[in-house]
């Protein structure tokens, strides 16, 4: 007998038990994406492994690291996409979506792929869902984004659970001061760094700051603040935004810490946390990104979004028991012989000609009446309609609610739709 094959390290099955929370999640980020004007965006999973390096730079983690690359026939270098930021603006620049100052609100959802460590909540193929808006600079557009975040989370039950954390960058300029500063800290504390904070103060030092090594908490709490080296322009912007979100009811912290190592974010950068997922707390990050338009090879243009990961939030979403709307079929037909079971399969048809919601499950592999009856209840169906030789010579049908202490009745065939919904009335 040959060996089995089983899943790749990393990349796992979303087995039929588990999908409905996806289903659930994917419905409200729908209906509310709806609601706030933005509308759908789907990406290739291909790319050419340029736009990542110019995005997110060649000397990230990602980059060097995590990306699944390649070079096909052609001779290009493409890649599996490992975010889906940079998908969409080189789309909304290749088809004219920020030409004459127009505002594009988009959202996209689908798989990402990194080469990681695989562990709770972090897997080498995740979903994200994310919200993007195109040609809108200010602080109010990046408050309407954290407000149709923070009613996502009023819509799964999720409120209690998680909290916003704010910081800003400033602009660009800000960012050229703040980071001679901080390379002047780190250089004064360099036998203190960690290995990887040594590489990143040669590369990307703003990253240390988010370095995740307990080792490191001094030195970055005595760090220089980002937030005290703000020009009056981004100061006032930043206060614009904590006014909003203070107006609208949306509790917040500042969190000096929180940085984005790129550099075409400016100003706001967000996250939204939750204690009851281990180390992997960020359900949900975002920021400013005003810069990549011009890395990407067009005008400036002002770029805000942000971006869940879907894997976390499915799994609090289970943990927390938020979601209850596991389908369940309403009819299951115990079928009993092959004229039975094909009678059966057109009672079916005609009952999801009537009532296209009904879900009606066929028994089309025979068996005994009792073992299916033990089928019909573990499926946990509200009604069972049973069809044997007497039914079928007499045009009738068995009703058994499977819910309710009764007993089994009999019904002319062509009654059955109307009785049926009274019994789910």
Not at 23 to 37: C, D, K, N, S
């Amino acid at each position: 007998m040959a060996q089995t094959i089983k899943s790749i390290k990393g990349v796992r099955d979303i087995l039929p038990d588990a999908v409905h929370h996806w289903h659930f999640l994917e419905q409200h980020v729908r209906e509310l994406t709806a609601a706030y004007g933005y509308r759908e965006m789907r990406t290739p999973l291909l790319e050419k492994t340029e736009l990542f390096k110019r995005s997110i730079g060649d000397v990230t983690d990602i980059v060097e690291k995590e990306m699944y690359s390649f070079e096909d026939r052609n001779g290009d270098l493409l890649s599996l996409r490992p975010e889906n930021t940079a998908s969409c603006v080189r789309a909304a620049i290749q088809h004219g979506l920020l030409t004459n100052n127009q505002v594009s609100r988009i959202w996209y959802v689908g798989p990402m792929f990194r080469r990681e460590n695989p562990q709770r909540g972090r897997y080498r193929q995740f979903s994200q869902v994310g919200a993007e808006v195109y040609g809108m600079a200010g602080p109010y557009i990046e408050a309407e984004l954290i407000l149709l975040s923070a009613r996502l989370w009023q819509r799964l039950g999720l409120t209690e659970h998680v909290a916003l954390q704010i910081n800003s960058l400033g602009s660009s300029e800000d960012r050229v001061r703040y980071r001679a500063i901080l390379v002047d800290y780190l250089t004064d504390h360099l036998s203190d760094l960690d290995d990887d904070s040594r590489r990143r103060l040669e590369t990307n030092p703003l990253r240390v700051l988010d370095t995740k090594n307990p080792q490191m908490k001094d030195i970055v709490g005595g760090a220089p603040q980002i937030i005290d080296h703000l020009e009056a322009e981004s100061a006032e912007h930043f206060a614009a935004l904590k006014e909003t979100l203070t107006t609208c009811k949306i509790n917040f912290e500042v969190n000096t810490r929180l940085v984005r190592g790129l550099d075409y974010y400016s100003h706001t950068v967000f996250e939204w946390v939750t204690g009851r997922l281990g180390a992997q707390g960020t359900v949900c990050a975002g920021g400013r990104y005003d810069g990549l338009t011009e890395q990407l090879g067009a005008r400036l243009t002002p770029g805000v979004g942000w971006a869940l990961g879907m894997d976390r939030l499915v799994e609090l979403i289970d943990e927390l028991g938020c979601n209850d709307t596991e389908p369940r079929p309403d009819v299951f037909m115990i079928l009993a012989g092959d004229k039975a079971i094909v009678r059966g399969l057109a009672v079916a048809e005609m009952l999801r000609e009537a009532e296209p919601h009904w879900t009606v499950i066929c028994n089309c592999g025979g068996g005994s009446m009792k073992s299916q009856f033990k089928k019909a209840d573990k499926s946990v169906a509200k009604v069972a309609v049973i069809i044997g030789e007497t039914e079928l010579e007499n045009g009738t049908v068995g009703l058994k609610n499977l819910r309710e202490k009764s007993d089994q009745q009999t019904v002319e065939e062509s009654r059955l739709i109307d009785t049926l919904r009274a019994i789910f009335v």
